[in-house]
């Protein structure tokens, strides 16, 4: 778990993904044949196919018939986290807070923080603490503990004078929840799995080709503000105009006390969730039954699931340009947006074993 616990305490918010985009760099390095960044500041990395592919290829195809090229297939993996903005500092030194992606204000009490003024530099981060402003329990009236704060409530404390804070501290800062990942159990838990599960799947599934080889062209993306809206996923997608298009994300596991098995969407333990459709997207029934056929196959435990609200790369991959067949692989997660969310060791390795055999055999 060495690596997805680097990618968990690496910070990168929506339109602030510096020190992953440096990260992913690295652990990608020798695994493909090319690495670029586009514009907007995803990282583009293809593997172009390693063996000769049988009978005609599944690409696009010249007037004649003949094959113009291999299957180009789009993996989407993002790599933001979702976080704050500082949008005001106080003249006591209490800075106010912008979010970046959803959050559910229940859990932002009593959180360390970290602001980081320099996206590329963490020796200048700064820790803080955050909390909404108003009485503590001692003096607080009824009315008053049963409220729920609004975002724009919540305060950082940095312990400094306001001078000190104003010097190192600027309006547009990037702020993340800090929590250290820990094992529990069976399960590895840490805030931000959503999504750097995701790039850890991709990375470990196409160092499993390197065994198998793969017919395909993989253009595998680690994508940009995807939780403000499949941002980068779609601007990259223009560019590389892929035959099949696959995200690569969580999704809710909510087979907790309190919640009806129909409202669970996925089960934990259970294996890759194959997403039928969620918000954004409905799936190639294709692409869909061609990963539960290699599941079945290599005996991959995996598991059906629709997602009522949200979505996904996929809503952007399937949009872009012309379009393409489109498609999400999840990992279910327990306590999604929370800086303990939850993924079972044996869901991880399934969606990376089942999309090593999905490539390796399109």
């Not at 990168?12 to 440096?22: A, F, L, Q, V």
């Not at 696009?60 to 986290?81: E, F, N, V, W, Y």
């Not at 995701?198 to 470990?204: G, K, T």
């Not at 399937?318 to 800086?339: D, N």
Request: hydrophobic share 40%.
């Amino acid at each position: 778990m060495k690596l997805l616990k680097e990618l968990v305490t690496t910070a990168g918010t929506s339109g602030r993904e510096h020190r992953m985009r440096k990260l992913l760099r690295a652990k990608a390095k020798g695994l493909f044949d090319s690495i670029e960044e586009d514009a907007l500041g995803s990282l583009l990395c293809v593997r172009k196919p390693t063996k000769k592919a049988k009978g005609k290829s599944k690409g696009k195809t010249k007037a004649d018939g003949k094959s113009a090229r291999p299957t180009r297939i789009m993996l989407a993996a993002h790599m933001d986290q979702i976080g704050f903005m500082i949008r005001y500092i106080d003249e006591k030194g209490f800075a106010r807070i912008n979010p970046v992606g959803g959050f559910d204000t229940r859990n932002l009490f009593a959180r360390h923080v970290l602001v980081c003024p320099d996206v590329n530099d963490p020796k200048k981060d700064l820790p803080g603490v955050l909390n909404p402003g108003g009485k503590p329990i001692h003096i607080a009236t009824d009315a008053d503990r049963n409220k729920v704060p609004t975002i724009d409530e919540f305060v950082i404390d940095f312990g400094l004078s306001c001078d000190e804070v104003k010097k190192r501290v600027k309006i547009g800062d990037m702020v993340v929840l800090r929590a250290e990942p820990i094992e529990v159990g069976e399960t590895i838990v840490s805030q931000c799995l959503d999504n750097r599960v995701a790039c850890w799947i991709a990375l470990r599934a196409v160092e499993q080709l390197a065994k198998t080889g793969h017919d395909c062209e993989i253009h595998c993306v680690f994508t940009v503000q995807e939780e403000v809206g499949l941002r980068g996923a779609m601007t990259s997608a223009f560019a590389i105009q892929p035959d099949i298009g696959i995200a690569i994300d969580t999704t809710l596991c909510v087979d907790t006390p309190g919640v009806t098995g129909d409202a669970a969407v996925t089960k934990q333990g259970d294996g890759a969730a194959l997403t039928v459709m969620d918000s954004a997207s409905i799936a190639d029934i294709d692409v869909l039954e061609d990963f539960e056929r290699v599941a079945v196959k290599h005996k991959i435990k995996h598991q059906r699931s629709i997602l009522p609200r949200g979505g996904t790369d996929a809503g952007a991959l399937q949009r872009a340009g012309v379009g393409c067949r489109s498609f999400t692989l999840s990992c279910p997660t327990r306590y999604i947006h929370t800086v303990t969310e939850m993924v079972h060791r044996g869901d991880l390795n399934a969606c990376r074993d089942v999309l090593a055999a999905y490539l390796a055999q399109v």
